[in-house]
């Protein structure tokens, strides 16, 4: 077994094309992503609706303003005066301070501002409201270093156009899965296929080796090296596009290990029915690929889609784990949100597994 | 022999459309080193994978060391060593790394076993750093026997070991058949060079499917019912054609570069070819007996079983 995983690791490592695969692939998706979306903001038209016109919303106001990333395009005066400076295109964000604003911050210790995006394009408006937020926390903390009762300005986050913000940092998710699923299920198909083309198939089916530890030496490498592929995956999203772990690190990795075993089982499954590598690189091809990305919410969206279509992707297990994904990541949710999604993928992996070692054959042919 | 080391009874497997093998009965004694002799689609790789577990048999029953094939697979798992007709190595793995590889998965290692193999592993030894792919022929040839003997196994098959490898290193791959067998291990070969049948104890001629005969190389030879005259002429083009027209005529085939002539008649005078011959303006005729070869009685076994099946067809 040692000496079989040991073999398994030394083919990977020897093949410049596997290698390439394994790791120059998910480097150069994430950052093609990270260059498509831009993440800078250099200049971004805004417009301010300050009701107060006291001290506390100038400073607030200059300090976005002297930030370099914000151009005044306009000051509105009135609250109906919103929709139409958004509606000419130009303007991506309206800083809105309630009337009183400074007075109440003295007096209540509590006020209230607004951040009004345009969500038609989901990450610059995200990007905006993060920098603008940034700079009101960063004044709220300077002012309450000398002032004894804690203060507080509240910001309220406004979407327009597209309020659940579809289609933010769906990417990495979706990369990941994606990738996942490329690396797992087509590098095991096409490793065992491997064996069956040039016949060493034969001699491994002599030996006295069970099936299961022929399955197992030939997964386990592809779990740490697709493992290895999700964290550099994770870092280049966190590090390259400010993309937000919200959630729990350690239980996206543990749902990123149950997918990857889901993704691996396949694979043996589609090597177990093809004879040579290129149909079982067809195979994952036209099965996981195409569906990955067409049905799994990745690139359309699942309401969008017919009905009959919407009922095929429920067997997608790539719809379920990037819905595990975005809520761990983006909404910082739980166990106790996603054990359904969970629970789905963990059922696909025994399905799939039980299904190859069935299939998996002592004999040839 | 019902105590052999391998035995075949009643042995069949069919593929969709071809039979491959019909009713073999071979039983092969311990030590042995015995040959299976045929052309490409004769069955013998049918008759290995029987034999190695891979493939059931669609009836009768076969033993290897006493294990059923069909029942007792994974007994014989342990015991035997089989070396498939492609060279099945990792070709991207070194020497070194393939041997221990496969001495891993038999949970030994090159170290334990090393003094069954060091025979035939020195000659590789010294490129044990080189990948499998970059070797030649005559050395994937030995590596692979090596990976097949590391595990000691007590029934060593090989199928067509010597296919596309120099005449050098297929007499050097003989020696080491013959070590080998002195150490007590049975070996079964199968090849479709005829020469190489008389370097084994036993062998077992193949055709279609059919096993034609099994004897010792000599004692086919020795049976051998005619004599085989070697037939040259300055027209070796029209030679065949012109002696299948004498009335005597048994058989005619090439062998080499001069033409088998066999006849029936126990009264034949090898003169009567030369006239023949020269009636039909052929010049510079020599006709010279020659000894029956292995490959002379395959030709003989051949065009009886092909008589056979005709004769079958016209019932």
């Not at chain 1, 990738?179 to 060493?200: D, F, N, P, Q, Y």
Request: glycine share 6%.
């Amino acid at each position: 077994m040692k000496g079989f995983i040991i073999k398994e690791f030394l083919h990977i490592f020897r093949d410049l094309r596997t290698m390439l695969i394994l790791f120059g692939m998910p480097v150069v998706q994430v950052l093609l992503f990270g260059f498509a979306i831009t993440n800078e903001i250099n200049h971004a038209s805004i417009a301010i609706l300050d009701q107060a016109k006291d001290e506390v919303s100038m400073k607030i106001t200059d300090k976005i303003l002297s930030s370099g990333y914000f151009d005044l395009k306009a000051v509105l005066t009135h609250p109906d005066q919103i929709e139409a400076a958004f509606g000419e295109g130009v303007i991506k964000e309206v800083v809105v301070f309630e009337p009183g604003f400074g007075r109440k911050l003295e007096k209540e210790g509590k006020a209230n501002m607004q951040i009004i995006t345009d969500a038609s394009d989901p990450n610059t408006a995200n990007l905006l409201y993060n920098y603008t937020s940034g700079i009101v926390r960063d004044y709220s903390r300077e002012m309450m270093e000398n002032k004894t009762p804690p203060m507080q300005i509240s910001i309220e986050s406004n979407m327009m156009y597209n309020p659940e913000l579809k289609g933010v940092f769906m990417f990495v998710p979706g990369t990941i899965t994606i990738l996942l699923m490329l690396v797992s299920a087509m590098m095991t198909s096409i490793s065992i296929a491997r064996e069956k083309e040039l016949g060493t198939m034969e001699v491994l089916l002599v030996s006295p080796l069970k099936p299961f530890q022929i399955i197992i030496g030939k997964v386990l490498p592809y779990i740490l090296l697709s493992f290895t592929n999700a964290v550099v995956i994770l870092v280049l999203a966190f590090t390259v596009f400010g993309m937000p772990i919200n959630g729990s690190i350690l239980f996206l990795l543990l749902e990123s290990i149950l997918f990857i075993v889901m993704a691996l089982s396949m694979g043996i499954f589609i090597s177990t029915v093809s004879q040579t590598q290129q149909q079982a690189m067809l195979l994952s091809m036209f099965v996981l690929m195409l569906p990955t990305i067409l049905l799994s919410g990745f690139i359309f969206p699942i309401e969008n889609m017919p009905l009959p279509l919407q009922i095929l992707s429920n067997i997608m297990p790539s719809k379920w784990f990037i819905i595990i994904v975005k809520s761990i990541m983006i909404k910082g949710l739980g166990i106790t949100y996603v054990w359904k999604e969970t629970l789905i993928l963990l059922g696909m992996t025994l399905f799939f597994i039980g299904l190859s070692v069935k299939k998996f054959n002592i004999r040839l042919g | 022999m019902s105590n052999g080391a391998v035995i075949l009874q009643n042995i069949s497997k069919s593929y969709k459309t071809v039979k491959a093998l019909t009713e073999i009965n071979v039983s092969i004694a311990k030590g042995e080193l015995f040959g299976f002799i045929g052309p490409d689609g004769a069955g013998k790789t049918t008759l290995f994978r029987i034999l190695t577990t891979l493939l059931n048999p669609d009836s009768g029953t076969a033993t290897v060391e006493g294990f059923d094939t069909v029942k007792n697979y994974k007994s014989i798992r342990n015991i035997a060593g089989y070396m498939p007709g492609r060279f099945s190595l990792y070709q991207d793995l070194t020497v070194e790394e393939n041997l221990s590889f496969f001495a891993s998965i038999y949970n030994t290692t090159i170290e334990e076993n090393y003094h069954l193999i060091a025979d035939i592993y020195k000659h590789i030894e010294p490129f044990k750093h080189r990948k499998a792919g970059k070797l030649s022929g005559g050395m994937k040839q030995k590596l692979a026997l090596s990976c097949a003997l590391i595990h000691k196994p007590e029934v060593l098959f090989l199928d067509e070991p010597t296919t596309g490898v120099d005449a050098v290193s297929r007499m050097e791959f003989w020696e080491m058949l013959k070590k080998l067998r002195s150490q007590g291990i049975t070996i079964l070969v199968s090849t479709p060079y005829m020469d190489e049948a008389a370097l084994c104890d036993r062998v077992a001629l193949m055709q279609n499917g059919h096993v034609m005969t099994i004897d010792t190389p000599n004692a086919i030879i020795n049976a051998f019912p005619v004599k085989i005259y070697a037939v040259r002429s300055n027209r070796m083009f029209h030679l065949l054609n012109d002696l299948q027209s004498i009335p005597e005529t048994e058989a005619v085939y090439r062998f080499g570069d001069v033409v088998h002539y066999l006849s029936h008649s126990k009264t034949f005078d090898p003169l009567s070819i030369t006239r023949h011959l020269d009636s039909l303006s052929h010049t510079e005729i020599t006709v010279n007996q020659s000894v029956p070869t292995i490959e002379d009685s395959f030709m003989l076994y051949m065009r009886k079983s092909d008589k056979f099946n005709i004769s079958q067809h016209d019932n």
